[in-house]
């Protein structure tokens, strides 16, 4: 490389290393790392807690219990993306509480019982299902 | 180097390393499929292909964007620099593969035209968390693709190694785009901290890479000169190993001096193939070699051995009380100079 290049490639890093992490930082600020997402056995769970509501679509079965909802997938999605918000009455989306993938039960941890869920397709923008309470 | 075009120059060492990168993507490849239909058997096929094929392709770029300023911090990372070409066409296909299966997935299904449904399917492009993160990847996939396209040397020779050079750093743009696609895509609905982690750290060893491989080529061209009756003082003869150069700045050229069989000889230290840094190769038979891809230079002239035409600029030399001086007015490219004997 010449002088020049090796400016111009001194310039691009430079700036690369102070605009990318300002970039990750925003982008991941709200995002929720510590909500819990396990699987286990639903007459386990339904044993050892109080169940608060339940609701059931053609997709889904959710129980809501004190400190988080279960949800169990009837059958897999054709949705690439599958993310799960808790939902106000109107079933419009409030906050993320986590995504599903295959079949199954899934677990989240929430702070405050929702009026219902709504399963949304992250990528296409669109909604899913959604299940009031 | 070669006089006439082939498609692909092989030899015995290109193709021990051809046959590591391909061994390497299989087995990521099957490795992943492995680990995804352990902990997720209901994963489709199509899924399966794009998020192999994406992930393979952002490792093997971080594997390329590494071999650069690992090369100029420590020559022995030379040899992986001779085959960076083949590692770069490879990560190409691998990204073809992941926005191909995409474009099929998400948008041929439709009514209206894919790339249409790419750039029209979500308009929210004044939202930073819900930005249509497809059409960064699909940007990035262009410039990979025009870097692919012309990575061979016909297109080196007939676009000249400048131009070709600046093209091609448009990878550091893609490298850009496809950080951004990744945590508006991925990580906006897979919000693992392993994964985020990863990619972080993937960055700040490459960034990191690039800067101090950036303040050291700073620290070579800082190097305070000395004048003598407009000769400028570079070293003495101890200073450069035989058959080795000693790279010196001069105005806004860097020269490589070099000491071979009881002489010293100057050429430009910028090879005419890729821009390759000649003061960094050595003496082989007769000729100063290129480390990036063995370009030969004849030490007294900066002309290739015949029938070969590349051409680089000389310089005179000067020996005083074993001190070596430099003319810093570059002679031109391929004229003879008399070496200095010491």
Same mark, same amino acid.
């Given at each position: 490389?010449?002088?020049?290049?090796?400016?111009?490639?001194?310039?691009?890093?430079?700036?690369?290393?102070?605009?990318?992490?300002?970039?990750?930082?925003?982008?991941?600020?709200?995002?929720?790392?510590?909500?819990?997402?396990?699987?286990?056995?639903?007459?386990?769970?339904?044993?050892?807690?109080?169940?608060?509501?339940?609701?059931?679509?053609?997709?889904?079965?959710?129980?809501?219990?004190?400190?988080?909802?279960?949800?169990? /997938? &009837?059958?897999?999605?054709?949705?690439?993306? %599958?993310?799960? $918000?808790?939902? @106000?009455?109107?079933?419009? =989306? /409030? &906050?993320?509480?986590?995504?599903?993938?295959? %079949?199954?039960? $899934?677990?989240? @941890?929430?702070?405050?019982? =929702?009026?219902?869920?709504?399963?949304?397709?992250?990528?296409?923008?669109?909604?899913?299902?959604?299940?009031?309470? | 180097?070669?006089?006439?075009?082939?498609?692909?120059?092989?030899?015995?060492?290109?193709?021990?390393?051809?046959?590591?990168?391909?061994?390497?993507?299989?087995?990521?490849?099957?490795?992943?499929?492995?680990?995804?239909?352990?902990?997720?058997?209901?994963?489709?096929?199509?899924?399966?292909?794009?998020?192999?094929?994406?992930?393979?392709?952002?490792?093997?770029?971080?594997?390329?964007?590494?071999?650069?300023?690992?090369?100029?911090?420590?020559?022995?990372?030379?040899?992986?620099?001779?085959?960076?070409?083949?590692?770069?066409?490879?990560?190409?296909?691998?990204?073809?593969?992941?926005?191909?299966?995409?474009?099929?997935?998400?948008?041929?299904?439709?009514?209206?035209?894919?790339?249409?449904?790419?750039?029209?399917?979500?308009?929210?492009?004044?939202?930073?968390?819900?930005?249509?993160?497809?059409?960064?990847?699909?940007?990035?996939?262009?410039?990979?693709?025009?870097?692919?396209?012309?990575?061979?040397?016909?297109?080196?020779?007939?676009?000249?190694?400048?131009?070709?050079?600046?093209?091609?750093?448009?990878?550091?743009?893609?490298?850009?785009?496809?950080?951004?696609?990744?945590?508006?895509?991925?990580?906006?609905?897979?919000?693992?901290?392993?994964?985020?982690?990863?990619?972080?750290?993937?960055?700040?060893?490459?960034?990191?890479?690039?800067?101090?491989?950036?303040?050291?080529?700073?620290?070579t061209d800082s190097n305070k000169t000395e004048e003598d009756e407009g000769w400028i003082k570079v070293c003495t003869v101890d200073e450069i190993?035989?058959?080795?150069a000693k790279v010196f700045k001069l105005a806004?050229d860097r020269v490589a001096i070099f000491k071979?069989?009881?002489?010293l000889a100057a050429?430009?230290?910028?090879?005419?193939?890729?821009?390759?840094?000649?003061g960094?190769?050595?003496?082989?038979?007769?000729?100063?070699?290129?480390?990036?891809?063995?370009?030969?230079?004849?030490?007294?002239?900066?002309?290739?051995?015949?029938?070969?035409?590349?051409?680089?600029?000389?310089y005179q030399l000067r020996l005083k009380d074993a001190i070596i001086y430099i003319n810093p007015n570059?002679?031109?490219?391929?004229?003879?100079?008399?070496?200095v004997?010491f």
């Amino acid at each position: 490389m010449d002088a020049s290049q090796r400016k111009v490639h001194r310039i691009i890093w430079m700036s690369v290393a102070i605009v990318v992490p300002l970039f990750i930082l925003f982008s991941i600020k709200d995002l929720h790392f510590n909500t819990a997402e396990k699987k286990s056995s639903p007459v386990e769970t339904a044993s050892q807690e109080l169940v608060l509501k339940t609701a059931e679509n053609e997709f889904m079965k959710t129980i809501l219990y004190e400190d988080h909802v279960e949800i169990i /997938l &009837k059958s897999p999605l054709k949705n690439a993306s %599958s993310i799960v $918000y808790t939902a @106000d009455t109107t079933g419009k =989306p /409030l &906050k993320i509480i986590g995504q599903i993938t295959a %079949s199954g039960i $899934y677990n989240f @941890d929430i702070q405050s019982a =929702p009026e219902g869920i709504a399963l949304y397709d992250g990528i296409k923008q669109t909604e899913i299902t959604k299940i009031l309470f | 180097m070669a006089l006439d075009y082939k498609l692909v120059i092989w030899n015995s060492f290109k193709k021990q390393y051809d046959k590591i990168i391909a061994v390497s993507m299989l087995l990521y490849i099957v490795v992943f499929a492995i680990v995804t239909f352990t902990f997720n058997p209901e994963s489709s096929i199509e899924t399966l292909i794009i998020r192999a094929f994406g992930s393979l392709a952002i490792v093997m770029l971080h594997i390329i964007l590494a071999i650069g300023p690992l090369s100029r911090l420590n020559d022995q990372f030379l040899p992986i620099l001779y085959n960076r070409r083949h590692l770069g066409v490879s990560m190409f296909f691998a990204a073809l593969v992941h926005g191909g299966f995409s474009m099929f997935q998400f948008h041929a299904l439709g009514d209206v035209h894919p790339i249409y449904s790419l750039f029209a399917s979500n308009m929210d492009y004044n939202s930073l968390i819900n930005f249509p993160f497809q059409v960064l990847g699909f940007l990035a996939l262009l410039i990979l693709f025009a870097m692919a396209a012309t990575s061979h040397d016909f297109f080196l020779a007939n676009l000249s190694a400048r131009v070709w050079k600046r093209l091609h750093m448009l990878v550091y743009v893609a490298y850009v785009l496809i950080i951004a696609h990744v945590f508006l895509g991925t990580f906006q609905q897979e919000t693992s901290p392993f994964t985020i982690g990863f990619l972080i750290l993937g960055f700040i060893t490459i960034s990191g890479l690039h800067l101090a491989a950036a303040f050291k080529e700073r620290k070579t061209d800082s190097n305070k000169t000395e004048e003598d009756e407009g000769w400028i003082k570079v070293c003495t003869v101890d200073e450069i190993e035989n058959d080795r150069a000693k790279v010196f700045k001069l105005a806004n050229d860097r020269v490589a001096i070099f000491k071979y069989d009881g002489k010293l000889a100057a050429i430009h230290n910028v090879c005419k193939h890729q821009g390759g840094p000649l003061g960094e190769g050595k003496i082989i038979d007769g000729c100063v070699t290129c480390p990036w891809h063995g370009y030969q230079y004849l030490p007294n002239n900066g002309q290739s051995p015949p029938p070969y035409t590349e051409k680089v600029a000389t310089y005179q030399l000067r020996l005083k009380d074993a001190i070596i001086y430099i003319n810093p007015n570059a002679l031109e490219e391929g004229t003879e100079v008399e070496p200095v004997y010491f």
